[in-house]
């Protein structure tokens, strides 16, 4: 036994010297990105987490490994590897990896996390919020001017406090249009298969425009590409969430709601590689454009002046406080 | 009124990718072999329709590249479960994973990401009305085949009396490979009807359980083609009722069980009796 192990510890000695080396010398931060099960190529939410720790690997240097989960049981397992294999920081990307990223951050306290969409309150932890609430009311107003029917529609994902926190929103903003304006409402899903259902987001979206809504707002992962096939079929308006989505059929979708995960993500790789990265809860906003609508050549000739202008009046007035917009997670309190 | 026809149509196109899977499942569960695997069928299928019409710029060459996947696949499912026996219900599970680790891979290798085509521009789609009708066509087909002709007495034989088959002088294992061959084939073609017909790519993870809910409708429609066909529409019909009346008085969550629990309650025994194949699953 003991005649075995001498060689070996020499062996442990030589990696131990080197695996420091290593590190003194090329110092590029590793980081870890867990995305949900939509994947990186979801072209909405999971795209944008992407896109931005791919800015940062571009930008900065960084080591990246990405990540993906086929399950929600996979979560823990992801960020306990990442951990274990020396990342210097770990994000989880959706709000279904909450527990997994509070337990791990309790068993690694000197590694770093970061955490979208879920609150976790751990000094290693960042978490990294959106007032999405905000964001949907700029669509709604969007799309109550933009309707000529009168009756305007909003596709949500899985049906979790997040999701209505985006419907409510988008509703207190068709209402501040035109309260006559009629909202109907339908959700994909009650588990996270909802985010990858472009079929049914599909049906959802046709049997909206079947009911004569003209404008469709959709909060729903992937699925949101069901609603732009519906939108091209029917030629209707669509309304997308999370990355800008206005490319996908341009002409046909009215703006995206940006929730710029990306810029979020970017940020806290950026203080982690300068070493300033703190935990603590982060909240991006209309004020910092952390949400925001898309406008750009896909959907200029669409997005008239005249419904540019009322956002930006909107949205200073939302921001100076004159216009109060319910917060689905305040009124469940 | 128009809300109806709204409600129908719906309904039709959600049943018709579990048409196409339910016949393939009764293809080979009827031979007597059980086919766990619908779900991954309809994955591979999925992703090789949509590969398929964007090489070509054609739906029916997306279709012809499932029903080639589905060979494929239904071909290796076949030499484990029936040439090397190994238990069908541990085979077509891994049959699953197979299909859910293989697509990822694959577009990997020919789009840099994973497990999502690109989109297929309108015309090169394939229309649900197309679908319907070929969805309705198969079963008719499939309830003739398996009625009214050699072959699908053959199937019959393979399935309930192995050995009666065997003494007339045919191998029941040869007619079991064939038979979950097609059946594999028709399967992987209700994956190509829901990434090309009711979607515009294969989404990663777009399949969603439907496999499963079409292995569920054939044990509903007790092994039978017509019967198996009626369970799909009431199934689609389920679901298209609660894309059109959820958040009204019925919960969502009550309209997505509906189809399972009348399967349980089919089974139980309540409303005639079930009856599986004899020798579904019997190794001889």
Known sequence: MNKMSSPRWGLLAVCAIFGTLSQAMAAPIRV????????????????????????????????????????????????RALAQKQFDLVIGVGISQGDAVKKVAAAFPDRRFALVDAEVSAPNVRSLLFQEHEGSFLMGVAAAMASRSGK???????????????????????????????VLSSYVGVTSEAWNNPPKGKELALSQYGRGVDVIFAAAGASNLGLFDAAEEKQKFAIG???????????RVLTSMLKRVDVAVFNAIELAAQGRFEGGIIRHGLGDQGVDAAVDANNDKILTREIRTRLESVKKQILAGKIQVPDYYQQRK | ????????????????????????????????VIQIGLEGLMIVGGFAAAVGALQTGSAAAGLAAAALAGVVFGYVYAELSVRFRANQIVAGTGMNFLAMGLVPFLSKVLYENTGTTPSLPLEQRLSWHW?????????????????????????RFAGEHPAALESAGISPRRVRMRSVIAGSALAAMGGAVLSIGLASAYSRNMVAGRGFMALTALIFGKWRAWPALGACLLFGLAEGLQVRFQSGAIPVQLMQVLPYALTLVVLAGFVGRARAPQALGRQD
């Open chain 1, 152 to 182: 305007v529609g909003f596709i949500g994902g899985m049906e979790i406090p997040l999701i209505k926190r985006f419907e409510m929103g988008y509703q207190a903003g068709v209402r501040h249009v035109n309260p006559k304006i009629e």
């Open chain 1, 241 to 251: 969430s999370d990355s800008n989505q206005n490319w996908i059929k341009p002409g």
């Open chain 2, 1 to 32: 009124m128009s809300d109806l026809i709204g409600i129908l149509e719906s309904s039709l196109r959600i049943a018709s990718p579990l048409i196409f899977a339910a016949m393939g499942g009764l293809l080979c569960e009827r031979s007597g």
């Open chain 1, 32 to 79: 870890g990105l867990v995305l949900d099960k939509g994947g990186k190529d979801d072209k909405s939410f999971n795209a944008a987490a992407f896109h931005g720790a791919q800015d940062a690997q571009q930008k900065l240097g960084i080591q990246l490994k990405v990540v993906e989960a086929t399950d929600d049981n996979a979560f823990e397992a992801m960020h």
């Open chain 2, 131 to 155: 679908a319907v009708v070929l969805a309705l066509g198969i079963v008719a087909g499939v309830a003739w085949m398996i009625r009214s002709t050699p072959v699908g007495l053959w199937i």
